[in-house]
Protein backbone atom coordinates (compact mmCIF):
# COMPACT_ATOMS: atom_id res chain seq x y z
CA UNK A 1 0.00 0.00 0.00
CA UNK A 2 0.95 3.70 -0.36
CA UNK A 3 2.45 4.94 2.49
CA UNK A 4 0.42 7.90 2.16
CA UNK A 5 -2.63 6.41 1.88
CA UNK A 6 -1.40 3.97 4.91
CA UNK A 7 -0.89 7.43 6.69
CA UNK A 8 -4.35 8.57 5.94
CA UNK A 9 -6.44 5.65 7.11
CA UNK A 10 -4.61 5.78 10.61
CA UNK A 11 -5.88 9.28 10.76
CA UNK A 12 -9.57 8.41 10.09
CA UNK A 13 -10.19 7.11 13.93
CA UNK A 14 -9.20 10.43 14.95
CA UNK A 15 -11.30 12.49 12.42
CA UNK A 16 -13.71 10.26 13.43
CA UNK A 17 -13.92 11.18 17.13
CA UNK A 18 -13.20 14.67 16.41
CA UNK A 19 -16.60 14.53 14.06
CA UNK A 20 -18.29 12.78 16.47
CA UNK A 21 -17.51 15.57 19.26
CA UNK A 22 -15.44 12.84 21.47
CA UNK A 23 -14.19 14.29 24.77
CA UNK A 24 -10.44 14.47 24.26
CA UNK A 25 -7.82 14.94 26.29
CA UNK A 26 -7.20 18.64 27.38
CA UNK A 27 -10.98 19.31 26.56
CA UNK A 28 -13.00 21.28 28.52
CA UNK A 29 -16.15 19.23 30.14
CA UNK A 30 -19.03 21.86 31.13
CA UNK A 31 -20.19 19.79 34.03
CA UNK A 32 -16.81 21.04 35.62
CA UNK A 33 -16.96 24.37 34.87
CA UNK A 34 -17.02 26.42 38.41
CA UNK A 35 -20.52 27.27 39.50
CA UNK A 36 -21.22 31.28 40.13
CA UNK A 37 -21.86 31.91 43.76
CA UNK A 38 -25.42 33.10 43.65
CA UNK A 39 -26.23 29.56 41.68
CA UNK A 40 -24.96 27.03 44.48
CA UNK A 41 -28.05 25.36 45.69
CA UNK A 42 -26.13 22.33 47.43
CA UNK A 43 -26.56 22.61 51.57
CA UNK A 44 -23.40 21.15 52.05
CA UNK A 45 -21.22 23.21 49.04
CA UNK A 46 -23.67 26.13 50.73
CA UNK A 47 -22.93 25.57 54.89
CA UNK A 48 -19.00 25.06 53.79
CA UNK A 49 -18.89 28.70 52.08
CA UNK A 50 -21.06 30.64 54.64
CA UNK A 51 -21.16 28.91 57.96
CA UNK A 52 -18.64 26.13 58.71
CA UNK A 53 -16.08 28.79 59.66
CA UNK A 54 -17.88 29.77 62.48
CA UNK A 55 -20.29 27.22 63.89
CA UNK A 56 -17.74 24.05 63.17
CA UNK A 57 -17.37 21.52 59.84
CA UNK A 58 -20.13 19.48 61.33
CA UNK A 59 -22.13 21.87 63.15
CA UNK A 60 -20.15 21.79 66.33
CA UNK A 61 -16.49 22.54 67.91
CA UNK A 62 -17.03 26.43 66.49
CA UNK A 63 -16.21 29.73 68.00
CA UNK A 64 -19.91 30.26 67.27
CA UNK A 65 -22.67 28.23 68.92
CA UNK A 66 -23.25 25.09 67.13
CA UNK A 67 -25.99 24.20 65.12
CA UNK A 68 -25.93 20.52 65.51
CA UNK A 69 -27.76 20.78 68.54
CA UNK A 70 -31.41 19.14 68.51
CA UNK A 71 -32.39 20.83 71.46
CA UNK A 72 -31.02 24.71 69.53
CA UNK A 73 -33.40 23.53 66.77
CA UNK A 74 -36.06 21.75 68.60
CA UNK A 75 -37.09 25.25 70.31
CA UNK A 76 -35.84 28.21 67.33
CA UNK A 77 -38.86 29.27 65.67
CA UNK A 78 -37.94 28.97 61.78
CA UNK A 79 -38.77 32.67 61.10
CA UNK A 80 -35.99 33.70 63.74
CA UNK A 81 -33.34 31.39 61.94
CA UNK A 82 -34.30 33.01 58.68
CA UNK A 83 -34.17 36.49 60.03
CA UNK A 84 -30.53 35.90 61.60
CA UNK A 85 -29.31 34.29 59.08
CA UNK A 86 -30.56 37.86 56.22
CA UNK A 87 -30.44 40.09 58.93
CA UNK A 88 -26.97 39.22 61.10
CA UNK A 89 -27.19 39.15 65.24
CA UNK A 90 -27.17 42.29 66.83
CA UNK A 91 -25.24 42.52 70.41
CA UNK A 92 -26.93 46.02 71.07
CA UNK A 93 -28.64 48.19 67.97
CA UNK A 94 -25.01 50.37 68.08
CA UNK A 95 -23.00 47.46 67.72
CA UNK A 96 -22.76 43.98 65.72
CA UNK A 97 -21.61 40.39 66.65
CA UNK A 98 -19.56 38.62 64.44
CA UNK A 99 -22.82 36.93 63.16
CA UNK A 100 -22.47 38.77 59.31
CA UNK A 101 -26.35 39.68 57.57
CA UNK A 102 -26.67 37.78 54.52
CA UNK A 103 -29.27 39.98 53.10
CA UNK A 104 -30.30 39.05 49.97
CA UNK A 105 -29.93 40.62 46.75
CA UNK A 106 -31.48 41.73 43.57
CA UNK A 107 -29.31 40.04 41.10
CA UNK A 108 -30.13 38.07 38.36
CA UNK A 109 -33.88 37.77 37.32
CA UNK A 110 -35.64 35.14 39.38
CA UNK A 111 -37.38 32.25 38.01
CA UNK A 112 -41.11 31.30 39.35
CA UNK A 113 -39.58 29.07 41.89
CA UNK A 114 -37.64 31.95 43.17
CA UNK A 115 -40.56 34.31 43.12
CA UNK A 116 -42.23 31.71 45.46
CA UNK A 117 -39.60 31.26 47.79
CA UNK A 118 -38.94 35.18 48.19
CA UNK A 119 -42.32 35.95 48.75
CA UNK A 120 -42.49 32.97 51.36
CA UNK A 121 -39.23 35.17 52.99
CA UNK A 122 -40.93 38.65 52.49
CA UNK A 123 -43.60 37.09 54.86
CA UNK A 124 -40.82 35.64 58.04
CA UNK A 125 -38.54 38.42 57.80
CA UNK A 126 -37.85 42.22 57.43
CA UNK A 127 -35.50 41.59 54.18
CA UNK A 128 -34.46 44.64 52.35
CA UNK A 129 -34.15 43.87 49.10
CA UNK A 130 -31.63 47.09 48.17
CA UNK A 131 -29.23 45.16 50.00
CA UNK A 132 -26.63 43.42 48.41
CA UNK A 133 -25.02 40.24 49.82
CA UNK A 134 -23.80 36.72 48.45
CA UNK A 135 -26.84 34.35 49.36
CA UNK A 136 -30.42 34.21 47.07
CA UNK A 137 -33.57 33.87 49.01
CA UNK A 138 -33.60 29.92 47.32
CA UNK A 139 -29.91 29.79 49.18
CA UNK A 140 -31.39 30.66 52.46
CA UNK A 141 -34.13 28.39 52.40
CA UNK A 142 -31.71 25.96 51.30
CA UNK A 143 -29.41 26.58 54.38
CA UNK A 144 -32.46 27.21 56.57
CA UNK A 145 -34.01 23.46 55.61
CA UNK A 146 -30.84 21.62 55.61
CA UNK A 147 -30.05 22.71 58.84
CA UNK A 148 -33.53 21.43 60.31
CA UNK A 149 -33.26 18.13 58.32
CA UNK A 150 -29.28 17.47 59.13
CA UNK A 151 -29.59 18.04 62.68
CA UNK A 152 -33.27 18.11 63.75
CA UNK A 153 -35.66 16.30 64.58
CA UNK A 154 -35.33 14.99 67.75
CA UNK A 155 -37.28 13.04 70.28
CA UNK A 156 -39.82 15.22 71.90
CA UNK A 157 -37.89 16.92 75.35
CA UNK A 158 -39.06 15.83 78.45
CA UNK A 159 -40.48 18.41 80.86
CA UNK A 160 -41.13 21.82 80.02
CA UNK A 161 -38.50 23.59 78.05
CA UNK A 162 -38.09 27.27 78.54
CA UNK A 163 -38.91 29.47 74.92
CA UNK A 164 -35.90 30.49 72.98
CA UNK A 165 -37.37 34.31 72.54
CA UNK A 166 -38.57 35.30 76.06
CA UNK A 167 -42.95 35.00 75.70
CA UNK A 168 -44.39 38.68 75.24
CA UNK A 169 -45.42 40.76 78.13
CA UNK A 170 -43.07 38.64 80.41
CA UNK A 171 -41.42 42.01 81.50
CA UNK A 172 -37.20 42.58 81.93
CA UNK A 173 -35.60 40.38 84.07
CA UNK A 174 -34.15 41.28 87.54
CA UNK A 175 -30.93 41.94 87.94
CA UNK A 176 -31.04 41.25 91.71
CA UNK A 177 -32.98 38.19 90.95
CA UNK A 178 -30.02 36.85 88.77
CA UNK A 179 -28.07 37.20 90.79
CA UNK A 180 -29.27 34.50 92.81
CA UNK A 181 -29.79 32.16 89.93
CA UNK A 182 -26.32 32.88 88.64
CA UNK A 183 -24.66 31.42 92.49
CA UNK A 184 -27.23 28.44 91.96
CA UNK A 185 -26.98 27.47 88.49
CA UNK A 186 -23.90 29.18 87.05
CA UNK A 187 -21.13 29.61 89.75
CA UNK A 188 -19.98 25.88 90.03
CA UNK A 189 -18.15 25.60 86.87
CA UNK A 190 -18.13 29.81 86.05
CA UNK A 191 -17.01 30.88 89.91
CA UNK A 192 -18.75 33.51 92.25
CA UNK A 193 -18.47 36.44 89.98
CA UNK A 194 -18.24 34.62 86.48
CA UNK A 195 -14.40 35.16 86.75
CA UNK A 196 -14.11 31.44 85.34
CA UNK A 197 -13.28 28.35 87.35
CA UNK A 198 -12.91 24.47 87.13
CA UNK A 199 -15.51 21.37 86.50
CA UNK A 200 -13.42 18.29 88.05
CA UNK A 201 -10.00 18.92 85.98
CA UNK A 202 -11.67 21.03 83.06
CA UNK A 203 -10.70 24.73 83.13
CA UNK A 204 -14.12 26.59 82.50
CA UNK A 205 -13.85 30.12 80.76
CA UNK A 206 -14.96 33.03 82.42
CA UNK A 207 -18.60 34.26 81.49
CA UNK A 208 -17.93 37.90 83.62
CA UNK A 209 -15.59 38.78 80.35
CA UNK A 210 -15.65 42.05 78.97
CA UNK A 211 -14.43 40.78 75.61
CA UNK A 212 -16.87 37.66 75.75
CA UNK A 213 -20.22 39.90 76.59
CA UNK A 214 -19.73 42.72 73.82
CA UNK A 215 -19.54 39.76 71.49
CA UNK A 216 -22.39 38.21 72.73
CA UNK A 217 -26.07 39.72 72.44
CA UNK A 218 -29.11 38.90 75.02
CA UNK A 219 -30.85 36.45 72.27
CA UNK A 220 -27.95 34.27 72.86
CA UNK A 221 -27.52 34.43 76.16
CA UNK A 222 -30.79 33.25 76.62
CA UNK A 223 -30.29 30.46 74.02
CA UNK A 224 -27.00 29.91 75.73
CA UNK A 225 -28.83 29.28 79.24
CA UNK A 226 -31.52 26.89 77.63
CA UNK A 227 -29.13 24.40 75.49
CA UNK A 228 -26.06 24.75 77.16
CA UNK A 229 -22.87 24.56 74.77
CA UNK A 230 -23.14 20.53 74.75
CA UNK A 231 -20.42 20.90 72.55
CA UNK A 232 -17.85 22.25 75.49
CA UNK A 233 -19.53 20.20 78.23
CA UNK A 234 -21.99 23.20 79.24
CA UNK A 235 -25.31 21.80 80.85
CA UNK A 236 -28.61 22.63 79.46
CA UNK A 237 -31.00 24.80 81.77
CA UNK A 238 -31.87 21.26 82.97
CA UNK A 239 -28.84 19.68 83.34
CA UNK A 240 -27.07 18.67 86.79
CA UNK A 241 -23.03 18.47 85.94
CA UNK A 242 -21.48 20.92 87.80
CA UNK A 243 -24.59 22.09 89.85
CA UNK A 244 -25.68 20.98 93.22
CA UNK A 245 -27.76 17.52 93.78
CA UNK A 246 -31.06 19.63 94.78
CA UNK A 247 -30.97 21.62 91.45
CA UNK A 248 -34.30 22.37 89.68
CA UNK A 249 -34.60 23.09 85.81
CA UNK A 250 -34.39 26.99 85.16
CA UNK A 251 -37.90 28.34 84.37
CA UNK A 252 -38.23 30.96 81.20
CA UNK A 253 -38.45 34.25 84.31
CA UNK A 254 -35.37 33.17 85.87
CA UNK A 255 -33.12 32.86 82.47
CA UNK A 256 -34.65 36.32 81.76
CA UNK A 257 -33.26 37.26 85.70
CA UNK A 258 -29.90 35.69 84.19
CA UNK A 259 -29.79 37.47 81.10
CA UNK A 260 -30.34 40.82 83.13
CA UNK A 261 -27.45 40.28 85.26
CA UNK A 262 -24.73 39.17 82.53
CA UNK A 263 -26.23 42.39 80.46
CA UNK A 264 -25.25 44.63 83.73
CA UNK A 265 -22.16 42.95 83.37
CA UNK A 266 -21.99 43.62 79.86
CA UNK A 267 -21.99 47.56 80.52
CA UNK A 268 -19.29 47.32 83.23
CA UNK A 269 -21.32 46.47 86.55
CA UNK A 270 -19.47 45.67 89.84
CA UNK A 271 -16.96 42.83 89.85
CA UNK A 272 -16.67 42.91 85.55
CA UNK A 273 -13.75 40.81 84.59
CA UNK A 274 -11.25 41.89 81.57
Known amino acids: MN ?19 CDLPGRPNPADRPVPDEQVTNFDA ?5 CAGCHGADGKLGPAPPLNDPLFLSIV ?15 T ?8 AFRLGKGAPLTAAQVKVWAELKEQTNIDPKQQNPLTAIQVKVLVE ?21 P ?13 V ?15 GKNGERQIGAINSKAFLALTSDQALRRYAITGRPDLGMPAFDGKDG ?24 LGGPGNGT
Not at 46 to 50: F, I, P
Not at 146 to 166: D, L
Request: aromatic share 6%.
Open 3 to 21: PLHKGTWRLLPLLAALVAG
Open 77 to 91: PDAELLRVITEGRAV
Open 46 to 50: LYAMR
Open 243 to 266: RPPDFRPLTSAEIDDLVALLAYWR
Open 93 to 100: PAQKSPMP
Open 182 to 196: FARACAGCHGSQGQG
Open 168 to 180: VGAGAGKMDEGTR
Open 146 to 166: GIKKRWGQPPSPAGSVPPYIA
